[in-house]
């Protein structure tokens, strides 16, 4: 499985390195950024799996407008907010704008980790659903055409058949007129 | 406070029959269906949708029933027939039917038909209108609707098409048989995996509105259709004529016999130069004599003889 590529968003230069070696140690692909409006402009140029990002942030981009960029962007980047203890409500309310979980400073990195292999899961059972359904699509397009083709040459032998039907049975012809107009259709 | 708490006390649940405390990740194991009981369901589930289920398929009862099953704490799926059938609410019933009936939809899923609609039949039934009153209305009716995404991918071509005009008279209607779907499909609202696939960006920043994590389809859109629970079983008397229907993927769901007769009320339910599409890989040889198979480029529409 291809490792995650992350980007840690953190104004605070302590704890964005100390998330960036942590992860990097863990075999994660990490690129850091130092606020949120750096964060909008890496997010809209580069794809990441995971957008970890600090809630409250100088600078007019804070943690919720990254969360709704990221979204913008690309609905299969997930949202991990870093919330200050005890700000429940700002956890709940980037939850509902799509974040996929929060984590409360101070980080708890086995906690981090966890969430991170959660993801991972998802994002691997994802993968599957949508290779089973491309390749149930690729059957059903290759055997659509298969059927569709067969549908018209049945329509189109029955119309024959119904010419030569009526010709047979055609009183003002000879049977050996009729043989040979028949076998024209 | 951490969000993904793996509680896993099944005493505070209250629920007897959950007596072991499952272990994390698990599923808790089935219960088997049994011959006879799969009979039992399979008439009830066809009786009350047309659905067959073949015996062969009885591990679909599992699959689709199991968790009612459960969540009704029923020991036998011969205790959960009885208990649905006893329901005089039907609420048990319309469970069975969103559970029973398969929501396998996308946006646009399947290309063809949608430019199908675009480049030839749209413009067709346009041209002849023209030479009749203008103001009787062009229908369209999706008669297994799902959740609506066939639906709402029509009403983007109509309007892409079209544009805002309020020239044309358009009726879209979307029928579906089971009352969770329809009632998504008014609503509106898709979650990210039900978006992510089938639909463009452009047109999912043009159509949709996102609210919350959901995408919600823009009124002006929404407007243009209207939805309907519908039992395809039950004659059509009073859904009226249409120009255009989409049956795409129900009737494989159905017995032979049972196609042969949607299939010829529907025939009855078209206008005389309206148009049937099917899904890609049905056909109708065999099926409905009235129809012939018509190609446009990459698809195949219907028309009566």
């Keep these: ?62 943690g919720i407008g990254v969360l709704e960029s990221a979204k913008e962007n690309n609905l299969k980047t997930e949202v991990v907010l870093i919330t200050a203890h005890g700000s ?29 292999e959660k993801i991972q899961n998802l994002k691997h059972l994802l993968k599957n659903a949508n290779d089973l359904r491309e390749a149930m699509e690729v059957t059903e397009q290759t055997s659509g055409e298969t059927i569709q083709n067969l549908e018209m040459t049945v329509a189109e032998l029955e119309s024959r058949l119904e010419k030569v039907r009526g010709i047979l049975s055609r009183q003002d012809l000879t049977a050996e007129q009729r043989i040979i107009k028949a076998i024209e259709c | 406070m951490v969000l993904n708490a793996t509680a896993n006390n099944p005493s505070g649940l209250g629920s007897p029959s959950l007596k072991q405390p499952l272990p994390i990740g698990s599923i808790r194991k089935n219960q088997q269906i049994k011959p006879d009981e799969v009979q039992l369901l399979s008439k009830y589930i066809y009786a009350i949708s047309g659905i067959h289920i073949e015996a062969t398929k009885a591990y679909l009862l599992e ?15 011969g205790e959960f027939y009885h208990r649905v059938k006893s329901d005089s609410s039907k609420l048990l019933e319309k469970k069975v039917i969103d559970a029973i009936t398969t929501n396998e939809t996308l946006f646009f899923r ?41 639906v709402f991918s029509i009403a983007i071509v109509l309007k892409e ?15 579906d048989l089971s009352d969770a779907a329809i009632k998504q499909a008014s609503y509106g609202a898709y979650n990210k995996f039900e978006i992510e696939r089938g639909l463009p960006k452009n047109q999912l920043q ?5 609210a919350g ?3 919600k389809i823009k009124d002006d859109i929404r407007s243009m259709a209207t ?47 309206g148009f049937l599409i099917i899904g890609s890989t049905e056909s109708l040889t065999g099926v409905c004599p009235r129809f012939i198979p018509k190609r446009h480029l990459k698809s195949i529409f219907y028309q009566l003889r």
């Design chain 1, 1 to 62: 499985m291809q490792a995650l590529k992350i980007l840690v968003v953190d104004d605070d230069p302590v704890t964005r390195s100390l998330l960036s070696k942590k992860l990097l140690k863990a075999d994660y692909e990490v690129e850091t950024a130092e606020n949120g409006v750096q964060a909008v402009r890496m997010i809209s140029s580069h794809f990441f799996d995971v957008v970890l990002t600090d809630l409250k942030m100088p600078g007019g981009v804070d």
């Design chain 1, 88 to 116: 429940i409500d700002n956890a709940i309310t980037a939850m509902k704008k799509g974040a996929v979980d929060y984590l409360e400073k101070p980080i708890n990195f086995d906690e981090l980790f966890l969430r991170l």
């Design chain 2, 206 to 210: 043009r159509y949709f509105v996102s």
């Design chain 2, 110 to 150: 399947d290309a063809n038909p949608f430019e199908l609609l675009r480049y030839k039949i749209i413009p067709e039934v346009i041209d002849s209108r023209a030479s009749e009153a203008l103001n009787k209305p062009i229908r369209i009716w999706s008669a297994a609707c799902s959740t609506g995404q066939e």
């Design chain 2, 63 to 77: 699959t689709r029933l199991g968790r009612l099953v459960e969540t009704l704490g029923c020991s036998s799926y």
């Design chain 2, 213 to 215: 994590g959901t995408w």
């Design chain 2, 227 to 273: 939805f309907r629970k519908f039992n395809l079983m039950h004659p059509f008397a009073a859904i009226g004529k249409f120009d255009i229907i989409f049956c795409r993927n129900v009737a494989i769901y159905f017995t032979l016999d049972d196609r042969k007769k949607l299939f010829s009320k529907i025939a009855d339910a078209l206008e005389p130069n």
């Design chain 2, 161 to 175: 098409l079209l544009g805002p005009s309020k020239n044309y008279n358009i009726q879209l209607l979307g029928t």
